[in-house]
């Protein structure tokens, strides 16, 4: 079974930076992508970003130029730097992480960080 322990959200003002984390865990497990998505009430969850094993990123068009995902393989960790954070940015962001074992591959989630944006 996959772990996955998220942190960093909380209030932030408009234009303020947050960083979130996410560590993942498991034995025998590859992490290959791994990324973030977000999900605001009545909405469906969106992708935000995401990162290959070998630095690959991508990210959702509203967040380029202010958000930049990386990781550390060693550490099985992901992290979102989030920068001129707007309102619309507001949300409770999730962890994703592909993960592979015995060549079986299935996705797993955090449990969510609340990130809110606001005066």
């Known amino acids: 079974q996959v772990q996955m322990v998220e942190s960093g959200g909380g209030l932030v003002q408009p234009g303020g930076s947050l960083r979130l984390s996410c560590a993942a865990s498991?034995?025998?497990?590859?992490?290959?992508?791994m990324g973030w998505y977000r999900q605001t009430p009545g909405k469906q969850r969106e992708l935000v970003a995401t990162?290959?094993?070998?630095?690959?990123?991508n990210y959702v068009d509203s967040v380029k130029g202010r958000f930049t995902i990386s990781r550390d393989n060693a550490k099985n960790t992901v992290y979102l730097q989030m920068s001129s954070l707007q309102p619309d940015d507001t949300a409770v962001y999730y962890c994703?992480?592909?993960?592979?074992?015995?060549?079986?591959?299935?996705?797993?989630w955090g449990q969510g960080t609340r990130v809110t944006v606001s005066t």
């Open positions: 994703n992480v592909r993960a592979v074992r015995l060549f079986a591959e299935r996705d797993y």
């Open positions: 498991g034995s025998g497990f590859k992490f290959n992508i």
């Open positions: 990162i290959t094993s070998g630095g690959s990123t």
